[in-house]
């Protein structure tokens, strides 16, 4: 079985996603875990175990990531209100993400929400990871630094970071788009 977890490409992407997550019996968890994740781009199990004092020790609070043990510094200034107003009512040990069977949600329960907002979506490209994707994406379509990128997901060479954000197809699709010989 082959995975093709994409990216959320369009800023209508973004929203349809939201809309069926606001739809959710835990809304206000399932959008910050989403805006969390499509703004920091940090991997679906470093986000679940997030608690209330990783987020407001500082304006660029530091994680160890999990997969890789490595100290990553977030940049969330630009989230700093809506991460204020998410945690007024949470005590600093309390998980941001937490389940409803206690504890804070595994990274398979939010594939499987995932997979029933991509089959509401009619998609079958969306995965925990399509969130790190997203961000990857934008912030490479924004800023044109695949090299600060690669630095941000701790990825060996810039064609790994292309490829794992899908932007290789687009800049060939980009490119010839207009490209016709013989006529």
């Known amino acids: 079985m082959s ?5 959320l490409r369009t800023q209508q992407e973004i929203n349809d996603f939201l809309f069926c997550l606001r739809r959710n019996k835990n809304a206000d968890r399932d959008v910050f875990l989403f805006l969390i994740g499509i703004n920091s781009g940090l991997r679906m199990s470093d986000i679940v175990k997030l608690k209330k004092k990783d987020l407001i020790s500082s304006k660029n609070p530091r994680i160890v990531e999990k997969k890789t043990g490595k100290t990553r510094i977030l940049y969330l200034s630009s989230l700093q209100d809506l991460i204020q107003d998410y945690t007024k009512d949470l005590e600093p040990e309390d998980y941001l993400f937490p389940s409803t069977k206690g504890g804070h949600l595994e ?8 997979q029933k907002v991509a089959k509401l979506l009619g998609r079958d490209d969306i995965g925990t990871h399509t969130l790190r994707k997203t961000f990857g994406y934008h912030y490479y379509k924004k800023t044109k630094d695949v090299a600060t990128l690669m630095e941000i997901f701790g990825h060996s060479s810039e064609k790994i970071t292309k490829r794992y954000i899908g932007i290789n197809e687009d ?6 788009l207009n490209f016709r010989l013989g006529f």
Do not use: G
Request: aromatic content about 16%; glycine content about 0%.
């Open 3 to 7: 995975y093709n977890v994409q990216p």
């Open 171 to 176: 800049e060939i699709s980009e490119t010839l």
């Open 107 to 114: 990274v398979n329960t939010v594939y499987q929400m995932f």
